[in-house]
């Protein structure tokens, strides 16, 4: 069926932590026969929705409402409405009170009429304080790029310079572009880099220092042992007792705590191989592969913010799974919109350049624990060029525009 590529595209790339993995699937394919039965017109009016991601006008989807308003989907009963929204939008939505249906929608499920419209794009999100974010999980892994070949950077250094000096002839530039050209294609055949053609670059400004975060190791709600400064682009953070002194590994068993319960001691067993961190610096984009065989659960607003989740959401990491949790980019960007709206839309973002990180216990909404303060092992990372930042656009605002409270 020409629709059926489209209606596929809502198998989300995360799950909530206790839903089934074919969840979504079963959904489709539910609302796949409810449709062809019942109001096949619609399948038009649904994908035309999902291709344009409601930039454009869209007629109501409807099925038939049941007789509680409720469907079920393998063993779980939920609002339709709220189903596909969660499938085709918001993979963390919850309840029917994060939803508000848009004006235009003629059977939205408040109406009470015997058609239900499952339109996802007929309904927006809305703040709902009684509802927690769900822990949600990955579906794939995201693995870090491949090295960068040193003469792309060193291109990108050259195609970035806005001016040249007076004494520099360009036959001199065009020589060295193609000198790097050759290199370029040499290099990333060795290593299997690919990019895409043409190269563009734009002129940004970069600062970025050789100690690119400071990581801090928690039981409960007690900071252990001293802070990491790590330099190195890999580093692994393990629950093992390994005395070696070197920049990239992280091992936690070393870390002393008179006052360790047994449930402390119960979860540090299990940490094992832990996670590794790569910081690919020159994209400034910070990425964590869980090696443990128990999970491990990942707090980043930043991570949060790039996937459309509520910025408290946390993401759970089992074995072999890879997550970006950091894109440089996407701060910068919005460090540049907070910078227009004053002093206290910018020092929120401090809270973006933390991450947080849980082994082997979780917190949230499905756990007994509600905070990460909760939780028997847990690391605090501050990433140290987003504070930089924040620190330069903090010292730019004018007086006039702070807290009274901040100025001395």
Wanted: charged share 20%; aromatic share 10%.
């Amino acid at each position: 069926m020409k629709f059926e590529s489209v209606l596929r595209s809502g198998h989300s790339w995360w799950k909530q932590g206790d839903e089934d993995e074919n969840w979504s699937k079963k959904a489709i394919d539910n609302l796949m026969k409810k449709l062809q039965k019942h109001n096949r017109e619609a399948l038009g009016a649904l994908e035309m929705a999902l291709k344009n991601e409601g930039k454009m006008p869209s007629d109501c989807v409807t099925i038939p409402r049941s007789l509680d308003g409720r469907l079920q989907i393998s063993h779980r009963k939920a609002l339709p409405h709220v189903i596909y929204c969660r499938v085709y939008r918001w993979p963390d939505l919850q309840s029917h009170h994060e939803l508000k249906a848009i004006e235009s929608c003629r059977f939205c499920f408040e109406s009470g009429q015997k058609e239900i419209c499952i339109n996802p794009y007929h309904y927006i999100r809305v703040e709902s304080a009684g509802v927690l974010p769900p822990v949600l999980v990955p579906r794939f892994s995201e693995p870090p790029p491949k090295e960068v070949p040193l003469a792309l950077r060193r291109w990108q250094e050259l195609d970035a310079t806005s001016s040249m000096p007076h004494n520099i002839e360009m036959h001199a530039v065009y020589s060295q572009q193609q000198l790097l050209m050759q290199q370029l294609k040499t290099e990333s055949m060795d290593i299997g880099y690919n990019f895409p053609a043409p190269i563009s670059t734009v002129q940004v400004p970069y600062y970025d220092s050789e100690q690119w975060a400071t990581i801090s190791y928690y039981e409960l709600n007690t900071r252990v042992g001293p802070q990491v400064k790590v330099s190195a682009s890999e580093v692994i953070i393990d629950g093992f007792t390994d005395p070696s002194t070197n920049n990239i590994k992280i091992s936690l068993g070393l870390f002393q705590n008179v006052n360790r319960s047994p449930t402390i001691e119960s979860a540090r067993r299990h940490i094992g191989n832990g996670v590794k961190l790569t910081y690919v610096r020159r994209q400034g984009i910070l990425f964590a592969e869980c090696l443990s065989d128990a999970a491990i659960f990942i707090q980043s607003r930043n991570c949060n913010y790039n996937n459309n989740f509520h910025p408290s959401t946390v993401c759970k990491l089992v074995n072999k799974c890879s997550l970006k949790i950091f894109d440089t980019n996407k701060f910068r960007d919005l460090l540049n919109e907070s910078a227009q709206m004053g002093f206290d839309a910018s020092f929120d973002l401090t809270k973006m350049s933390i991450i947080r990180m849980s082994f082997v216990k979780g917190w949230g909404a499905e756990y007994q624990r509600q905070d990460v303060t909760s939780t028997p092992c847990w690391v605090e990372i501050h990433l140290h060029a987003p504070l930089q930042w924040l620190d330069r656009v903090l010292s730019q605002i004018p007086a006039s525009q702070m807290p009274i409270s901040s100025i001395s």
